[in-house]
């Protein structure tokens, strides 16, 4: 491990102690107070939308700045006045039965993207800080100084309305190891991840609650009933909006039969270009790298870049690239999530057709995201909806626009849960909601009563209430054998303690924590650890002496050796 990894764990391990340290104090705030802060930060990462969105196109050479400001805007503008009236402290809601009480959850660990790097920052400080948790951010490494001063820009705002400052931290060091130790923090309540395939699955597999996204590789399908000239301007407006870098823009577009053709003119009238098959192959040279992995080099590119990169000639003023594609799967390059504006073009006849290729298309990178359809049959869209495996199914729209919320009622998020499917905690979009433990105070309503039949009754057998011992019998029994007892204890034995009576309560019993020796042997171990026994321990300053069949709880498991209390017996 190099000297950066090194730096970047120790950073991240404190990062997490002062953001824990934070997160007590911002936990006590009342609504009014998270409500100001919050607005104060959204409304300073507003004012600086466009040129934080110029800084993230500069760093990135992703999309483009214009759009940049607009997700900029999307997620400090609309993500929080969707969200401002959200109750999130206190009780929350409450009916004659029922009241339901809002918890923060402490340390959100948030990883940050380079394809999205400002727009998601925004959104994550929001969601966490209107839920009372503190955050701390790894940004990916090329898109590090735009996420840094987004952070530092809401911070600020913040810490004039009272938020404190290790409330808001972002990492200044951020590699591989520096974000698996911020993930396995100890004090880390919840992981944010926005990233590859293999850092979801990291986040995952950290063992704390995380909520991960998939890769989208989202389909569209255009049934022939549809309106075709807005059905083809939603997808060149959702595929090309930032270059594609969404994930949830369109990536292939499935096409019923008889409406093919006024959908390639459609295409060709508002900048789609067609490339012939020998153009189509040799971009697909360039699309996957050695390794049969989507090639970064065109990742947010426009069409004339990727072209150029290709050596292929393409009309000027084209928007987007499309190719007939002849299946999917990794004989088929371009079946594949491009995250560009590039689509792959695909001609089916019927509902049924084209619901099962677009199923395929999902299946083959997309489970669980986003799938599109344009149509002007409600009935046609819930049958084609209720057959993917998608947790959004956006109709008449622009995916992208669409499945974070933007032109759809959808809860506005830049964090798209792809559920089971995806191998995703949930399919919702992200919000404040997820941030939050929700306790539940439940009032009885239905009353046990704790009938014995009348046949139940015939069964059990008569008791004598002579055969029932009395408490002076009983009390009188117990003296008796405790005297016979104490009479073989041998004299020169310290005597023992009188007998419990019926009139002397029974004291309990508290093995007493032995002084470690030097060499720690002979020293009895326990059974059950509780956090109380570890407190006291820590107050006689002493040992607890424990084998690995000891049962710790897991608070007493983490003050423990956070104290060096235990010892093996």
Sequence with gaps: MGDKDLISQQEARDAVE????AASAVAKFDQARIDEICGAMASAALADSARLGKLAHEETG??????????????AEDVWNYFRGLRTVGVVSETDSIVEIASPRGVV????PSTNPTSTAIFKIIIAIKSRNTIVLSPHPSAARCIAETARVMREAGVKHGLLAEA???????????????MRHKKTAVILATGGI?????AYSSGKPAFGVGPGNVPVFIERTANIEKAVSDILTGTCFDNGTICASEQSVVVDGPVSDKVREQFKAQGGHFLSSSEADTIAKILLTPQRTLNPAIVGKSADFIANLAGVSIPSGTRCLLADCGGVGRDFPWSIEKLSPMLAYFVVDGIEAGANRCEEVLKFGGMGHTAGMHTQSRDAAIRYANQMPASRVVIN????????????????SMTLGCGSWGGNVTSDNVSPIHLMDIKRVAFETKPVTRLVSASAKADRPAVSSRLIPKREQIAAIVDSFLTKKLAEVPKEQPA???????ETPVKTVIHELRPPSDNGSGREPVDFVSEADVRSAVEKGVKIYITPKTILTPAARD?????????KA
């Design 18 to 21: 002062a953001a824990h340290g």
């Design 62 to 75: 992703f999309g483009n700045a214009e759009d940049k400001k607009e997700k900029n805007r999307f997620a």
């Design 109 to 112: 660990a948030a990883i940050i």
């Design 168 to 182: 808001v931290i972002c990492l200044a060091n951020s590699t591989i190891d520096g974000t698996e130790e911020l």
């Design 198 to 202: 293999g850092l979801v699955r990291a």
């Design 397 to 412: 729209s622009p995916t992208t626009h669409g499945a974070i919320g933007l032109s759809t009622d959808l809860p506005p």
């Design 496 to 502: 023992a303690e009188a007998p419990p009576t019926v």
């Design 559 to 567: 003050l423990g050796e956070e104290k060096d209390v235990f010892a």
